[in-house]
């Protein structure tokens, strides 16, 4: 089986062809930088970083595109709240994204392009449509998309041109039709601006994106992603501009689902308490990644503290089995793919399925143990650290072993030092000093667990 | 004293006034992003890092530009000879300098402006100069700077206009003079290009900074800074472009010294060893921090293995001190700045006085510990760390405070425990015991040394 994925654009599953053998070109819809990022944000870069790691590891070389909207009034209204300037701001979230995808271990985008830096893009783009017919400067310093114009419009949310009201990017009379949308909004006092041809302005949300997809990954490229919220009506307004100047733009759509809380999309009053850096204290990043990547990309991921604390505990039980077969095989094998963790991914990005392989082959791997069969033993440990890369979850990934993992293994070894001291004490009927052992232990913060494959300790915080 | 620094333009000390009451604007010249970055490229990032922080400290509001000049024929080289577009290139490095930055604890500039993000800027600035009769663009596509039209040329570099050879930037025959340099060159097939009204071409390098800095600290601000080798041609054509079209440009211009193997700037062929991420498999992060901020900015920092060691470990004994003085308050003194400190920043920011000062009151401190004078000690301490946070040093500054510190903490605590049981075998003179644990202390790398204060660990890689 190969890989087949769900198109929003045709609304059904086929398979992925790209467009040169052995490439994939993908424009995932980064962040408007306006404030830190929630894990409604982030599952996305999840989901789709779950996807690219699939396809760099069957054997594609991936051009990996997330842009950065730098440029909003959100972001504006923000700089005259923090009382600093807008570009200030973009900065400030930028980083915030950066340093939330890379807990995450999120890969970095081969290119993460920033709105405010595609100007002169956008103003040919804007140049092309209008010299074709499809859009209009009418004097006020903005520009317009005729969507009367198109051959097609509204495709991908299929709906009716003229069931659509007012496109309300503007309350300003200049419009020929209340649906066309703006591709450029004229400067208003005090607020940042950029030269063009109609005067000075800033780009429409919609417009950066044509922009920067086309910039590097040229004309057509594979596969356009973002969240569900985005398929209306920014998706449908990029492939209006694009199409209009005669490209051919994204061949696969695909939408990653919500984070909801009470079956709704995650709301800003919560919002704060789900941001990822907070997150991560409560979970290791590792961790709160899992929980993310658990659910399907299309499914709704319904938050809770618990389901979150439930994931990160299956997730402990994994490493626990890595560590022990590891110290067992007295090596660490290498990632492989299995075919059952493959059909998974090669069905739509399944990870439901693919996590049940992975608790699968564990078990396998807890039998192999009990039965000494190192061999056995061998290939779970392969197939699920092969299995949890993809995933971005292996905790053997040199993404995860920086400066604090000699210092664990110090620890494993201080603590192992300290229960074999304890044990002396007890042999020696030395009780007293057994005790005070353990009391030390404990004041550490240290949480020694006896498991069937031996104690295994956490650092409380 | 208030602050007084050397100024590049006049060639002497003076005090420092910002041009707005509280507020301090800097541009410093940033990475050509087509390598990853070795201490030479570094050590500026952290003398004026330093600078900034002595700023912030003393109560200004500091608006830190440091640009990334993100298109150049490196660039363009490096790509053909990765295999990767220009674009991913630069992206691929930028990160690589914002890893070291990080790692040594730079604070993150307000904003870091991509050049190629900044054509329109520069557009207008090219349109304003040809206006002014300052700039030409002779046909084909180039942009030059006329220097025979201006006022004055080369005062920083004190140099005389006829004793300056060809601009070399062009082997064309369009120039009116060959000590005209380029603002804007031609596309050459094949090379990425942004249109202009002259033409499709790339921004020269100088052209860049002029435009990014009146883009975020407007046409007059307070320091610029930079390496030494950027004084000619580098910050002669920034004046140059700056001042012709009007601007009243930087006021004060500051230089940072190189990092010198055997006297000479860093060679390439030594780089890869003194590559940032290399170094700090070597020492820690805050020790190559200190190590590069030890010399006086203005002064050669003649590079050796043996001299950042050295530096590392009186690093290790400031350490130590606080860490057994904190011990022994058992709380944390804030950093509080003294005068002998403040004196020495004032001076052109005189880091080696800093140093001695630092000493001195570590000196202090630990006769305060022989004396058990809680109070002296307890100044010692807030005197010692408000200067290494100036530093940008502090080891109980929440930078280097990360998830790693916990694991210190308990790695501190079961080393104890370990040393405890260790004395007690002994006192019960069961010595292969106390041997044995000895010995698998040393097994996991854990090195014990003992100090007037106690016993010091340190974990080897």
Redesign the interface.
Known sequence: MTLHLYNTATRNISEFKPLQPGKVGIYLCGATVQAPPHIGHIRSGVNFDILRRWLMATGFDV?FIRNVTDIDDKILHKAVHEE??W??VA?KYE?AFTDAYKALNVL?????P?A?????QM??LMKTLIEKGHAYAPGNGDVYLEVRSLKSYLTLSNQKIDDLQSAGDSEDTFKKDPRDFALWKAAKPGDPS??TPWGPGRPGWHLECSAMAQA?LGETFDIHGGGLDLIFPHHENEIAQSEAAGYGFAKVWMHNAWVTTAGEKMSKSLGNSLQVHELTKRVRGIELRWYLGSAHYRSMLEFSFEALEESAVAFRRIEAFLDRAIELLGKTPEGIIASGFADAMNDDLAVPAALAFISETVKNGNNAISAQDMNSLSLAVSQVRGSLNILGCDPRDEAFS???T??????D???S??LQ?RE?ARARKDFA?SDA?RD??A????VIEDTPQGPRWT?S?
């Open positions: 051009t600093i300037p570009w200030a900065m980083r970095p985008p081969t290119y993460e920033r405010t830096g595609h100007i002169t103003i040919e950029w030269p590097y920086n400066s604090a000699s210092n664990t293994d110090a620890i070894g201080l603590i030092l300290a001291q002396a000093a052992i030390q232990i004041a550490l913060g240290i650092v915080k």
